[in-house]
């Protein structure tokens, strides 16, 4: 059974780069089979695709926020991470890692989640 | 572009639920629903507008095509008190509908 953990820092500064990892256990990142997917949610509003990518490192990201995501692997630790550079209040939300089934499905295991405020 | 209607749903437990999302575009059968309760992760309930997720029960229920379609909960629990958000595949990029909540009456 596949777990996701987001970890990282709960408060970031306006301006500064937001950094998240996710830590995948009960699945390989490499596995052709899957995508690993990031998805925010601010408080009390639904939920917003961020971008993904795949076991062999190719991206796809939501247009309104491909210019500032970067999404990355580490396969020696079977980990994948966000940043999100330039941040704004508005980047305040909680913050999601899941598993994309890529063509056999959509997003089935998610992480709990990490708050992620951004504010001076 | 993904709409759900209603917004809020006020059912009794036992009562039928019938939840609507409409996409601005088709989204073929790349249509999938999500249960969420306050303060956890969203829990993939349908996809590929009918197919149940692992463990999820008979009652829930999703049907449609192309930019029209429906989450029914036959007879509501205690536990199916939560929002509903539909989700699509097919376009990018990937999206959420801004969900109905199903609350007790």
């Known amino acids: 059974q596949v777990q996701l953990q987001e970890s990282g820092p709960g408060l970031v500064k306006p301006s500064q780069t937001l950094s998240l990892t996710c830590t995948v256990s009960g699945a390989s990142i490499s596995s052709v089979n899957y995508y690993w997917a990031w998805i925010r949610q601010p408080a009390g509003k639904g939920l917003e695709w961020i971008g993904r990518i795949s076991g062999s490192g190719s991206t796809n990201y939501n247009a309104s926020l491909e210019s500032r995501v970067t999404i990355s692997l580490d396969t020696s630790k079977n980990q994948f991470s966000l940043k999100l550079s330039s941040v704004t209040a508005a980047d305040t939300a909680m913050y999601y890692c899941a598993r994309d089934l890529a ?8 992480g709990q989640g990490t708050l992620v405020t951004v504010s001076s | 572009i993904l709409t759900q209607s209603p917004a809020t749903l006020s059912l009794s437990p036992g009562e ?4 609507s999302c409409r996409a601005s575009q088709s989204v073929d059968r790349f249509l999938a629903w999500y249960q969420q309760k306050p303060g956890q992760a969203p829990r993939l309930l349908i996809y590929d507008t009918s197919n149940r997720a692992t463990g999820v029960p008979a009652r829930f229920s999703g049907s449609g095509s192309g930019t029209d379609f429906t989450l029914t909960i036959s007879s509501l629990e205690p536990d199916d008190f939560a929002v509903y958000y539909c989700h699509q595949r097919r376009i990018w990029p990937r999206g959420f509908g801004p969900g109905t909540k199903v609350d007790i009456k």
Do not use: I, K
């Open chain 2, 16 to 19: 039928r639920a019938t939840l």
């Open chain 1, 103 to 110: 063509s056999l499905g959509p997003e089935d295991s998610w």
